[in-house]
């Protein structure tokens, strides 16, 4: 927690909106409990399935007998722990200050000066990287093509191949007929 001219700068989900990685909010918040607002501490889960911090939830319900998000009726002995939570989070907290540093890092394009014309060649650069990418695709698919119409010849190859063998077969059936019949017919 820093300490601002106003008072305390309490770090939030909002910290990533600004940044490259503001997907980042969801996932934090995902990790902050409903009652507290902070990151969970010991998450315990209700029998309706929601997780809070151990010691929000044994409150509400030693106040109410209901789960703060959804009402429902609940009691402490159904309450379990929930440990792949816990590692996340604990995760999460312990890397959160490095991967924000990291996200309002400005990048080597931004740092250098950003102006129309560098933006311009960014996209320029990207169109040229779709280009090549359909190219190879399409490449790709020329040899594909060209390999069909290779596997089709072939085919088309062995099947005359095989009808003129069986042509050939049946003239020197013919033409053994034909000598056995002359053959007969000298003798």
């Known amino acids: 927690m820093e300490v601002s001219g106003d008072g ?7 910290d990533w909106l600004g940044t490259p990685l503001a997907g980042l909010v969801a996932v934090e918040q995902a990790f902050r409990c409903h ?4 990151f969970f501490n010991s998450p315990m889960l209700t029998s309706c399935n929601h997780t809070f911090c151990s010691i929000c939830i044994r409150r509400c319900l030693s106040l ?5 998000l959804c009402r429902a009726s609940d009691q402490e002995s159904k309450l379990r722990g929930n440990w792949a939570l816990r590692e996340a989070v604990d995760a999460f907290v312990q890397s ?11 990048t080597l394009a931004a740092a250098s000066g950003s102006s129309k ?27 594909t093509e060209a390999a069909e119409a290779v596997a ?27 000598w056995l019949t002359i053959g007969l017919t000298v003798a």
């Not at 109410?64 to 703060?68: A, D, F, L, M, V």
Request: net charge negative; aromatic share 4%.
């Open 64 to 68: 109410e007998g209901k789960c703060p």
């Open 96 to 106: 959160r200050d490095e991967m924000l540093r990291f996200a309002r890092t400005p």
């Open 117 to 143: 014309r560098k933006a311009r060649d960014t996209v320029d650069d990207e169109n040229v990287a779709r280009q090549s990418k359909k190219s190879r695709t399409s490449e790709r698919s020329k040899k």
């Open 35 to 38: 009652v507290c607002k902070d």
């Open 152 to 178: 089709v010849i072939a085919r088309d190859e062995i099947e005359d191949t095989e009808d003129s063998d069986a042509d050939n077969y049946e003239l020197r059936k013919k033409s053994d007929r034909q």
């Open 8 to 14: 305390f700068d309490v770090p939030d989900s909002t």
